[in-house]
């Protein structure tokens, strides 16, 4: 049963298309993420949802909407693709009891390539 | 600001060698959180260890080893008798504690470890 999980694995499009990935988790947990993980490796943080509530939103350009229909899901929308969004996109998701130890999962990643 | 640094870029060792990748962190927070991630060439981001500020108690986990020390902003991962299978990329992230109480996860560059052999 997988904990975290990311639709779809692999997107490869077009400049200037619009895409989704999705993000579902089956841990309960009421916290969660997007990461963006560049060609070298490094990690960082998009946003952040608890409870369908955006919490965190680092400075990313406003072609990045992230929806939360439920504290199960958080999804990424991007619009106007770029050639520098090609990344891999990866989902976490943290049982947020306001102390900030809780441990973050990570879903396997989207791998976005835009040609 | 939070920054975690790790400056080995890439660390090679034939099996069975010991290992130690290291961590430095910054932060002026009293309360914050220490986290490894393993992510091995499948890709996916494997949870190792957390560590809280207030805990500076080393911890083995088979032939995991992790040396926190609190005086020089370090948090290192040890592999004794390291296997192929360890063969990986390892980061190292900090949590501080926000004012908001919610945790954001700040990662350092990561480590790649190679193991031959």
């Known amino acids: 049963d997988t904990a975290v999980s990311q639709t779809p694995k692999y997107l490869v499009t077009q400049m200037g298309n619009d895409k989704s990935i999705k993000c579902e988790q089956n841990l309960g947990h009421d916290t969660m993420y997007w990461y963006k993980q560049d060609s070298k490796k490094f990690l960082k943080i998009m946003f952040s949802?608890?409870?369908?509530?955006?919490?965190i939103n680092e400075t990313v350009p406003n072609r990045f909407s992230p929806k939360s229909p439920d504290k199960a899901h958080l999804n990424l929308h991007i619009n106007s693709l770029e050639l520098g969004d090609s990344a891999v996109y990866f989902c976490?998701?943290?049982?947020?009891?306001?102390?900030?130890?809780?441990?973050?999962?990570f879903g396997p990643g989207t791998r976005l390539l835009v040609l | 600001a939070q920054k975690v640094t790790q400056a080995q870029t890439e660390i090679s060792v034939v099996e069975k060698e010991d290992v130690t990748l290291d961590c430095v962190y910054e932060t002026r927070d009293t309360t914050y959180y220490l986290f490894w991630y393993k992510q091995p060439p499948s890709g996916e981001l494997v949870f190792l260890i957390r560590r809280n500020s207030f805990d500076e108690q080393n911890e083995i986990s088979g032939r995991y080893s992790w040396n926190f020390q609190k005086s020089t902003s370090s948090f290192n991962f040890t592999i004794t008798a390291s296997q192929v299978v360890d063969s990986a990329v390892y980061f190292c992230?900090?949590?501080?504690?926000?004012?908001?109480?919610?945790?954001?996860?700040?990662f350092g560059t990561g480590t790649r470890l190679l193991v031959s052999p």
């Open positions: 949802y608890n409870n369908k509530e955006l919490i």
């Open positions: 976490a998701s943290s049982q947020d009891l306001g102390q900030g130890k809780e441990t973050q999962y």
């Open positions: 992230a900090l949590s501080p504690l926000m004012n908001t109480g919610f945790q954001k996860l700040v």
